[in-house]
T-cell receptor
Framework: DTEVTQTPKHLVMGMTNKKSLKCEQHMGHRAMYWYKQKAKKPPELMFVYSYEKLSINESVPSRFSPECPNSSLLNLHLHALQPEDSALYLC???????????????FGPGTRLTVL | GENVEQHPSTLSVQEGDSAVIKCTYSDSASNYFPWYKQELGKRPQLIIDIRSNVGEKKDQRIAVTLNKTAKHFSLHITETQPEDSAVYFCAASPNTGNQFYFGTGTSLTVIP
């Protein structure tokens, strides 16, 4: 299996809702990422997990809460979002850097989130 | 931290012509440079990458060159086809962590 999968593909939620985005990979990658992407802009890093531990949090508001239950799964819990949080949310995975050698990063198809 | 700049932001070429996209980076610790192609509504797809111990890499119609001294790298697409139309992102990854820093993207249009 050489893919990163994400569910759901589309999500519409109100500002008071609680929802979760899910990401899964079976490539044995031990680094997993959440990115936010607005139209025609580059992916913007939110969180990085390395060996199931949160290693990078790019000052993301607490209404976004990541979780890594195991080495294959990554969740993003959403609560009390704002309309400006509407975007494409991309999950990615890679083999963690070994020594000074970085590795390819592969993206999932994304979840298109709309906050009303 | 790393800062990646990408030019041009838009590029139109005639089918069959070549396209070149250029990126510069600031962190000398960056040693891995991937290029992604993103079609409308789809995920970024890795199309080619280069590591800092190599100056050039080629895969059929696409090639990437790296100048470590000047801290810039470029994507070259030859014999462009309409299906090459997409947004292309360069990225740089320092050897100090698992982060990837993206350029601002180039929207390439290949005119049939």
């Amino acid at each position: 299996d050489t893919e990163v999968t994400q569910t759901p593909k589309h999500l519409v939620m109100g500002m008071t809702n609680k929802k979760s985005l899910k990401c899964e990979q079976h490539m044995g990658h031990r680094a997993m990422y959440w990115y936010k992407q607005k139209a025609k802009k580059p992916p913007e890093l939110m969180f990085v997990y390395s060996y199931e531990k949160l290693s990078i949090n790019e000052s993301v508001p607490s209404r976004f809460s990541p979780e890594c239950p195991n080495s294959s799964l990554l969740n993003l819990h959403l609560h009390a979002l704002q309309p400006e949080d509407s975007a494409l949310y991309l999950c990615a995975s890679s083999s963690p850097r070994v020594g000074r050698i970085n590795n390819e990063q592969f993206f999932g198809p994304g979840t298109r989130l709309t906050v009303l | 931290g790393e800062n990646v700049e990408q030019h041009p932001s838009t590029l139109s070429v005639q089918e069959g012509d070549s396209a070149v996209i250029k990126c510069t980076y600031s962190d000398s610790a960056s040693n891995y440079f991937p290029w992604y192609k993103q079609e409308l509504g789809k995920r970024p797809q890795l199309i080619i990458d280069i590591r800092s111990n190599v100056g050039e890499k080629k895969d059929q119609r696409i090639a990437v060159t790296l100048n470590k001294t000047a801290k810039h790298f470029s994507l070259h697409i030859t014999e462009t086809q309409p299906e090459d139309s997409a947004v292309y992102f360069c990225a740089a990854s320092p050897n100090t962590g698992n982060q990837f820093y993206f350029g601002t993207g180039t929207s390439l249009t290949v005119i049939p």
